[in-house]
């Protein structure tokens, strides 16, 4: 039973490790993610409730290790009932921002239609948007062929050797095909990082329920063995010594 115990409890502290290393992380891209996002709107209050999360998971780590070093029973407990409530919150926050990466990619979509659409008053946003996502045109270079305008320079990609023949070589990729990739890569790793979290919650959940049951197992067996002990004998190890009982057949005799 003490073997299994502390397997457990060996395999929990790690895995409250791991769960803090990924609520740090969830911090880290709330702060970034905060600081792109648009004050008042949606995207910033879910960015707002990840870095209360992120800070939540931090905080309950550090109560659960307590509980796991310390042999606590009550706070293995509560630290269940923590992680208990993080799983509903989280599925709250999936119910109700259910794929919060398409927020940003609205917002993305709309920069890209502004740049495109303003390409006679504003040119450059087309083209800051062009050389940063490494795209040209909405679809493909053909789009400024049809509008009878001249493929500008940053639709060029960019070359160690400066010859006329590389300077040609344009990017094959629209920006709406590049927006649409970069977007399914966000989606895909938002969804797998959630993936994590909740899976790791899911495995702690199990040591801690099996750690609280071990570690009541163990309690109830110390008191039944306080209870075995015989009424006329004393729980001190000491005073039941061997030579505390010559001391006093000595005493006796000597009187």
Avoid at 220 to 245: I, M
């Amino acid at each position: 039973m003490n073997r299994c115990y502390n397997t457990i409890k060996l395999s929990g502290l790690l895995s409250n490790l791991l769960y803090m290393l990924l609520g740090i992380g969830v911090m880290s891209g709330a702060g970034l993610g905060l600081q792109a996002a648009e004050p008042n709107t949606p995207e910033h209050t879910y960015f707002v409730k990840s870095l209360v999360l992120g800070g939540t998971i931090c905080m309950i780590v550090m109560f659960g290790c307590y509980g796991l070093i310390c042999n606590l029973l009550c706070v293995n407990l509560i630290f269940t009932l923590f992680i208990l409530i993080c799983l509903g919150a989280e599925y709250l926050q999936l119910h109700h921002y259910h794929n919060p990466s398409h927020l940003a990619t609205d917002s993305a979509w709309h920069q890209l239609e502004l740049a495109w659409h303003g390409l006679d008053s504003r040119p450059e946003l087309m083209h800051q948007y062009e050389a940063t996502q490494h795209c040209c045109g909405y679809n493909n270079a053909d789009d400024y062929k049809q509008l009878h305008l001249l493929v500008p320079a940053s639709c060029y990609q960019a070359t160690a050797n400066d010859t006329y023949e590389q300077q040609k070589q344009v990017y094959p990729r629209g920006c709406l095909e590049t927006l649409s990739n970069s977007q399914r890569y966000i989606q895909h790793r938002d969804k797998l990082f959630m993936w994590s979290i909740v899976g790791l919650e899911i495995v702690i959940l199990l040591q801690t329920t099996a750690l609280s049951v071990v570690l009541f197992k163990l309690r109830q067996r110390q008191r039944l063995a306080r209870r075995q002990v015989p009424p006329g004998v004393r729980r001190e190890p000491r005073s039941n010594h061997v030579t505390g009982s010559r001391a006093q057949l000595l005493n006796a005799a000597d009187v």
